[in-house]
T-cell receptor, first 108, second 113 residues
């Protein structure tokens, strides 16, 4: 089993749609959780950290369920500029462990 | 403040040659990581420095890869001799501490032919 697994995607949605990404992780000792975003041929950049209580940043909401070892990202009112690959990241130790990523394509 | 800088941005070498990738981190970020993304696969951890010390090198694929971090500043990753399967994008990332954001360099795209 991979350490971090994500929805395979790609997700193709129209502008204004709501889209949800899921992620599961295998190491219950993981302490920190993040969603990163990677644009084509660019480096990953932090989108948001994920906290046990859930957190929201504008149109983006992240949730963590430690019991199920599950993380989610909800994007509301999708914009064309949201098109990218979304990477689920966990830290079971000192390194960040990445999922394969889910590609989102928002069209007009 | 300058970000993480990687050199070169692209490198095309022949199988059997040597290549050295360099990462210049953000000043004051003691934790430095090397990652690699092979086409179609996830970004894979290679190793982690804390200052000049190797904290974790469990992700290094084999002994053809050698990473150093001189004086806890810039880091190099040498591949010698390169093989076809070493092709991919090599990212350097830095963090101030374990729970803070990791900042990535733009990566070095290595192609071994």
């Amino acid at each position: 089993r991979k350490e971090v697994e994500q929805d395979p995607g790609p997700f193709n949605v129209p502008e204004g749609a709501t889209v949800a990404f899921n992620c599961t992780y295998s190491n219950s000792a993981s302490q920190s959780f993040f969603w990163y975003r990677q644009d084509c041929r660019k480096e990953p950049k932090l989108l948001m950290s994920v906290y046990s209580s859930g957190n929201e940043d504008g149109r983006f909401t992240a949730q963590l369920n430690r019991a199920s070892q599950y993380i989610s990202l909800l994007i509301r009112d999708s914009k064309l500029s949201d098109s990218a690959t979304y990477l689920c990241v966990v830290t079971p130790g000192t390194a960040l462990i990445f999922g394969k990523g889910t590609t989102l394509s928002v069209s007009s | 403040e300058a970000g993480v800088t990687q050199f070169p941005s692209h490198s095309v070498i022949e199988k059997g040659q040597t290549v050295t990738l360099r990462c210049d981190p953000i000043s004051g970020h003691d934790n430095l990581y090397w990652y690699r993304r092979v086409m179609g696969k996830e970004i894979k951890f290679l190793l982690h420095f804390v200052k000049e010390s190797k904290q974790d090198e469990s992700g290094m694929p084999n002994n053809r890869f050698l990473a150093e971090r001189t004086g806890g500043t810039y880091s190099t990753l040498k591949v010698q001799p390169a093989e076809l399967e070493d092709s991919g994008v090599y990212f350097c990332a830095v963090r101030q501490s374990m729970n803070t954001e990791a900042f990535f360099g733009q990566g070095t795209r290595l192609t071994v032919v």
